[in-house]
């Protein structure tokens, strides 16, 4: 497992620096340390930050390219942008897309490599004894109670990962059943029922899921929920043959506790986050603090990436400020996640997700083709799905590349945390022992 | 038409025949290899040519009318004519068989052409033959039937014959697709790829469907299996809803007559069929799941398949750990907001859950999707690596949040249950799990990983019973030098944990490194020294445990009793100072007997805590206390006796001094009476310790006193004078004696003696 000697083994890269503390203990060291630490946390941040002058970011200019997908030219400049990004990793790596999977795990690097940083700063080679005054006596409790919360969304997140999993599957369908030629009906009903599984999937782990909690009738498994079994689904076109879209649905997801809710836990972990202000504001107040915003946005981004249960009232607004300097990245990032947010709650979407949001759209697309489908499709159309379909493969290729790899991340920021609070903990007992009469 | 003068006849043969002969048909058809040729078709007339020639769109009532009731077997005039207003404007051959049979020549012919396409390159296949649209309108027409809106046909309910058929056709429908597949450039297979491609969609609908209704009829296990089937009324309420749709519709009649006519094996069997116990399905429903299974697989529906199964499966277990009564809690729950009782409770309900899953559920989930998915082991193991593993990294964070709870010596033991559990538990679900599986080793690692936290928790809560001996420093001593309660919990809290004397080896041994590693240095040196100096003759191993150590009186001892030590030495030091309290030293003697004995006492009661502490430990142990021992006597008795013993002044040239003996019985007395009064309200709680404290002091100071009187007694004026000096006779003494350390509160002497 990555996460269980993550600890050491990254903070050799350190461990210079760390060396330089232990010698010098000096408030001048201090300070050094932590506006290294403040720049370092800018500069992470600023590379995840959308570069300014293409489009703000692939998930707005996918926006208006599957809606009206009359207009033929949207589609094709999709896929064509698609491939691109991807083409040319080594010439020029183009910058993620803004909450993309590969965005996230750069994210959740970052995270890793702050917290690090911190740990480095706050703990190794620190005269144990601030940690029993203040300001720190009061922060470091304060951190780890947010450290603790932070925990429950990693295990949240994770259960969101693997339904997103269970989406690329049902994505999955539809790309085999729509690359085969010709497109007969059959394949194009295959297609349409795997994707309203998944439109109707991602609608209802959005929100019926969330309900689980409310509605506290004990049985967790009490998540069935039925289409009316044999009924048409909606399906548009007039067919003698039922098509049953979805049939009777299950939530695909392992479900945390009953009363667990995302949106509660964020706004706990945020609340009361103040920075240090005055004399405070330049000693090691200020990493605990920088720790906890960090902390409090990562995981806050990954709750409005990824389903998870009972985000309704997620808040949009972190209490960054924004004179830090270190803080810019952080509140750019924010306020653009935010705006996506806003605009998911109107049009109820299933999370944040770059690729999550692509393939509903794609999804919602496919569907309507395959409403207005006949046999045979002429020229024409066929190009038109090739190119969606396409999309959708190219889609789920990311996903099946990157969710493994993120699903592990998401474990290893799990245990680094659970791992640097032991290590925290340790130092607190140990500032208790001194205090205590008995030699040691 | 002449089709029509001509079929009456037929048809009503048909009709008789069907009854029994169809069904027949059809499963000889399946039985037999698509190329042998059919035996037996006395009532399937038209030859090939014929029907190849039948123009589709041509006497469709009469075709709609041979299909179902091929099928449904009894069709009544009233029937024929309300299919004939349904039936399909296309006109299929009248009989299934025969055209299987075709449909799996021209497979074959699409093959080999294929295989010649291969080397040659030139041969175009023949336009697709009528045969291929008979048989797709043919099954089609079955697949409405089957699934229709109004009146769905239950797969469980279909004859073993029907069901069969339906396979038959499906299989045969997904060679067929795949086959036309291999034409998919060549536009004129287009026509007939949709064709059957759709209707291989409706039939996997239909089969997904199935496959999903079958997949919920399951019932979880008691935990404690009931031998009984399931009570009859329980099936029929089940099938109920069912029943109360037939008689709306149109088939629900023939249905019931189908239950007079044919033998339907599965009705019958319905309400005597067990469902197992142990694994939750009936075999019947097993051996469907596992025909569905198959047939989706075959015809490329395996993702489907899977996803139906993997849902149902996951709730399906999600519900039995709920009835276990194992609830999910959040970490932060578990951490920050529960009292330690009630997670008490959760840890006792989850190691439960844990040994059920290992034991019963784990090895279920496998038995079924190893019958479900009989020919595709590689789905088998994926479904349920992942099926599983969701269920252990649930029940493994549990534990790991119970890891980070704050550190408490009473949550030792539940610690170590945990610990247990994962240890043991875990490797018992290995066998299940392919080889070198991903899963397993992700399981296994978190699981490692939650045992080195709870481990490392451990080693500090003992690290933290160090540290609440070392802060006992209550300047009030216990009265009467009874045992401390420090020693009673110590030395009862070791007793305990000395229960799990193995696991805890195991975790210092494997954990405590980790753990000193972490705090600094210091504290690791004097942790490890502080074990080894007051007892001398033990050697600490934290540097090699491999050496021998030639010399008997060291021994080699391991990082758990080294911790053991430890906290004994921290308690005797605690104790010692402890002992300083009291200002008379006799009391600080018996202090020190009191505890030092209900520690040996507790010690050598225990097996795991002596084989521990060894031998050596407690002859020091022993001989401390007879030095306390003794020291006490000489303390107390020390001066009574020499009051006896010494004769000086009391004989001046061979005659004894009155004055002076009055003053020594006058002594003696006031010392003896000043001994009893305080002493016995002295507490000695150790029956023994008390009678052997009594014996000795009484076998000290009778015979002194005996001699004493004997030497002496005559001396003193009979009467008044001997009663006024010779206070106590030797009985009387050894009464008083045995009256000492009974902790008497009413005796406030002993107390104001502190």
Request: glycine share 6%; aromatic share 8%.
């Amino acid at each position: 497992m990555p996460g269980g000697n993550d600890g050491p083994g990254f903070l050799n890269r350190i461990s210079i620096r760390r060396n330089q503390v232990v010698a010098m203990e000096s408030h001048d060291q201090e300070l050094e340390d932590l506006d290294i630490f403040q720049k370092n946390t800018a500069e992470r941040f600023a590379d995840l930050l959308p570069p300014p002058t293409p489009a703000p970011g692939s998930v707005h200019s996918s926006t208006p390219k599957n809606n009206g997908n009359s207009d033929q030219t949207p589609s094709s400049i999709s896929a064509s942008e698609s491939p691109l990004s991807e083409h040319n990793p080594l010439s020029q790596p183009a910058p993620a897309p803004l909450l993309s999977i590969e965005w996230f795990r750069k994210l959740l690097d970052v995270f890793l490599c702050c917290e690090a940083e911190y740990k480095a700063v706050i703990v190794m080679g620190r005269d144990p004894c601030q940690f029993n005054k203040p300001p720190l006596d009061r922060l470091i409790p304060d951190l780890l109670d947010r450290s603790i919360k932070a925990l429950d969304v990693c295990n949240a997140v994770t259960n969101g990962v693997e339904l997103v999993r269970h989406w690329q599957r049902l994505a999955q369908i539809a790309v085999v059943a729509l690359e085969q030629r010709p497109i007969g009906e059959g394949q194009v009903r295959r297609a349409k029922k795997a994707l309203s599984t998944l439109l109707t999937s991602m609608a209802f782990d959005d929100k019926e899921n969330g309900g689980v909690g409310n509605n506290n009738h004990g049985k967790s498994t009490e998540r069935t929920w039925s289409f009316g079994r044999r009924g048409g689904g909606g399906s548009a076109a007039g067919n003698s043959n039922k098509d049953r879209t979805g049939g009777t649905f299950r939530s695909l997801s392992w479900s945390m506790a009953k009363s667990w809710s995302a949106a509660k836990q964020i706004q706990a972990m945020s609340a009361n986050l103040i920075a240090p202000r005055g004399v405070e504001a330049n000693g090691l107040a200020m990493p605990v603090y920088i720790m906890c915003t960090v902390l409090v946005f990562v995981m806050w981004s990954l709750v409005a990436a990824f389903p998870c249960q009972e985000r309704n009232g997620l808040s949009t607004h972190i209490p960054v400020p924004k004179q830090l300097g270190w803080a810019h990245a952080i509140t750019g990032l924010q306020e653009k996640i935010a705006e996506e947010w806003k605009k998911k709650e109107k049009k109820g979407t299933a999370g944040l997700l770059e690729e999550i949001q692509r393939m509903e759209k794609l999804a919602q697309s496919l569907i309507e083709f395959s409403d207005a489908f006949q046999f045979p499709l002429e020229d024409e159309k066929v190009d038109e799905v090739a190119v969606q379909v396409a999309e959708l493969a190219d889609i789920c290729r990311k996903m099946e590349e990157g969710l493994a790899p993120l699903q592990q991340q998401v474990r290893e920021v799990f245990h680094r945390i659970v791992r640097s609070r032991a290590e925290v903990l340790d130092v607190i007992d140990q500032v208790g022992k001194m205090s205590v009469p008995v030699p040691y | 038409m002449d089709t029509d003068k001509e079929k009456p006849i037929p048809e009503d043969q048909n009709n008789v025949d069907d009854q029994k002969k169809q069904p027949q048909d059809l499963q000889d058809a399946a039985n037999h290899a698509p190329l042998s040729t059919t035996t037996e078709t006395p009532v399937s007339p038209p030859p090939p040519s014929e029907t190849t020639q039948v123009d589709v769109g041509d006497g469709e009532g009469d075709v709609a009318k041979g299909l179902p009731e091929s099928e449904e077997v009894v069709p009544t005039t009233s029937e024929e004519d309300q299919q004939q207003q349904e039936a399909s404007p296309l006109s299929p051959p009248p009989d299934l068989p025969k055209v299987s049979q075709e449909i799996d020549h021209y497979i074959t012919s699409l093959l080999s052409s294929l295989k010649q396409d291969v080397s040659s390159s030139s041969s175009a296949p023949e336009t697709v033959p009528i045969c291929v649209e008979q048989f797709a309108v043919l099954f089609e027409a079955k697949i409405d039937e089957y699934d229709s809106v109004d009146s769905p046909v239950k797969w469980n309910r279909l004859t073993d014959e029907d069901s069969e058929s339906f396979l038959d056709a499906i299989h045969r429908i997904s060679k067929l697709y795949s086959a036309l597949c291999e034409f998919s450039s060549d536009c004129q297979f287009a026509y007939s790829i949709n064709r059957i491609g759709t209707v291989l969609q409706r039939a996997m609908s239909y089969l997904e469907e199935e496959f999903r209704f079958l997949m919920e009829d399951y019932k979880i296990p008691d935990s404690d299996y009931h031998q009984n089937p399931v009570p009859p009324e329980k099936l029929n309420d089940q099938h109920l809803p069912e029943g109360d749709e037939t008689p709306e519709q149109n088939q629900g009649s023939e249905e019931k007559d189908d239950d007079d006519h044919l033998p339907r094996p599965t009705n019958q069997e319905e309400n005597v069929d067990i469902c197992r116990p142990e694994i939750g399905y009936s075999d019947e429903g097993l051996s469907n799941l596992r025909k569905l299974s198959k047939a989706m697989i075959q015809g490329g529906y395996e993702t489907e398949c899977c996803q139906v199964y993997f849902i149902t499966r996951r709730n399906a277990l999600e519900e039995t750990l709920h009835k276990f009564g194992s609830e999910k809690h959040s970490i932060d729950d578990v951490v920050q907001k529960m009292n330690w009782e009630s997670l008490e409770r959760e840890i006792m309900a989850w190691i439960k859950t844990f040994k059920q899953c290992a034991n019963s559920e784990f090895p279920r989930e496998r038995k079924i999707s190893d019958f479900v998915f009989h020919d595709y082991p590689q789905v088998s193991e994926s479904i349920f690596s992942t099926l599983t593993k969701g269920v252990i990294v649930e029940l493994v964070n549990f534990s790991e949040a119970v890891a980070m709870t704050k550190r408490a010596a009473e949550k030792l033991f539940k610690f170590l249950d945990i610990y247990e559990t994962l240890r043991d538990v875990l490797p018992t679900v290995d066998n299940l799990f392919p080889k070198e599986s991903v899963h397993l080793e992700e399981i296994k690692s978190e699981a490692t990983l939650t045992r080195s936290r709870l481990g490392e928790a451990m080693v500090y809560i003992f690290c933290e019973l160090e540290n609440s001996i070392k802060a006992d420093t209550g300047k009030t001593p216990v009265p009467g030098g009874a045992v401390h309660p420090l020693t009673r919990y110590t030395i009862n809290y070791l007793k305990y944990a000395c229960e799990y004397k193995d696991t805890l080896e195991q975790v210092f041994r494997e954990h405590q490194k980790i753990e000193r590693a972490d705090s600094t240095a210091g504290s690791d040196f004097d942790y490890n020294t502080s074990g080894s100096t007051t007892s001398g003759v033990f050697e600490n191993n934290s540097s090699n445990n491999n050496n021998k150590n030639s010399n008997d009186q060291k021994i080699q001892i391991s990082p758990f009793q080294s911790q053991l030590l430890t906290v004994m030495d921290l308690l005797d030091q605690n104790l010692e100072i402890k002992s300083k309290l009291y200002k008379d030293l006799s009391l600080s003697s018996i202090f020190m007997m009191n505890n030092g004995r209900y520690i040996l006492q507790k010690v050598r009661g225990s097996p795991e805590v002596s084989s521990l502490m060894g031998d050596a430990w407690c002859r020091k142990r022993s001989s401390d206390l007879r030095q306390y021992h003794k020291n006490y006597q000489r303390e107390t008795w020390g001066k009574l006796l020499h009051c006896l013993m010494n004769h000086e002044g009391l004989n001046v040239n061979g005659k004894v001094v009155k004055p002076v003996l009055k003053e020594r019985f006058k002594s003696f007395n006031a010392m003896f009476d000043e001994i009893h009064k305080t002493q016995s309200g002295w507490v000695v709680s150790d029956e023994q310790l008390q009678s052997e404290l009594r014996v000795s002091i009484s076998n000290m100071v009778i015979p002194a006193y005996r001699a004493f009187l004997a030497r002496y007694g005559q001396t003193l004026t009979p009467g008044r004078q001997t009663e006024k000096y010779v206070k106590h006779q030797p009985e009387e003494i050894e009464e008083l004696v045995d009256e000492l350390f009974d902790g008497n509160a009413a005796n406030p002497a002993g107390r104001r003696k502190l």
